[in-house]
């Protein structure tokens, strides 16, 4: 089976600017869950959908959005990109969604100039 | 909402000692706690996990153990080999449904040979 796939894997946008971050799920996993990794903090929560379904959330303004397709491909958005935008966006993908294990991408890197 | 702490944020040994990594949180209704590694420039990977309803667990030379009274769990790493260098993180369910985690900072681990 093929593995979660993320594209693009590098990005570099202006301040202002929006992006469009895709993610394709491992095949038969209905949960894709988001994260923003930066070196200050860590592994932070963005959001989590199962079957088109926005199903948790994390505490990033609401510049930040995603969705889910029927086929469980995920895309996240970023609207008037900040400066402090700037990381590696990682995509996760688990079976049935619930308390189990994840599966993650490769990410994307964001550079905001 | 749920909280984790991680602690130590940096941690070297030398090889053949052992590495003990602890997390607290904060939510008495976790029920699931994962340990990943992200080896650097990688994705981070599921090594452990343990459900509440045990207190120990182990995998060769990896452990995990919780204590649900002190809402703390420890990673356990024995015989330490230097492919065992990378950074681990703990983490915790946001909430009871699906699988958003909130994740520790993260320990970065050096094994010395």
Known sequence: KAGVTQTPRYLIKTRGQQVTLSCSPISGHRSVSWYQQTPGQGLQFLFEYFSETQRNKGNFPGRFSGRQFSNSRSEMNVSTLELGDSALYLCASSPMGQNEKLFFGSGTQLSVL | ?113
């Open chain 2, 1 to 113: 909402g749920e909280n984790v702490e991680q602690h130590p944020s940096t941690l070297s040994v030398q090889e053949g000692d052992s590495a003990v990594i602890k997390c607290t949180y904060s939510d008495s209704a976790s029920n699931y706690f994962p340990w990943y590694k992200q080896e650097l420039g990688k994705r981070p990977q599921l090594i452990i996990d343990i459900r509440s309803n045990v207190g120990e667990k182990k995998d060769q030379r990896i452990a995990v153990t919780l204590n649900k009274t002190a809402k703390h769990f420890s990673l356990h790493i024995t015989e330490t080999q230097p492919e065992d260098s990378a950074v681990y993180f703990c983490a915790a369910p946001l909430t009871q449904a699906g699988t958003a985690l909130i994740f520790g900072k993260g320990t970065t681990l050096s094994v010395s040979s």
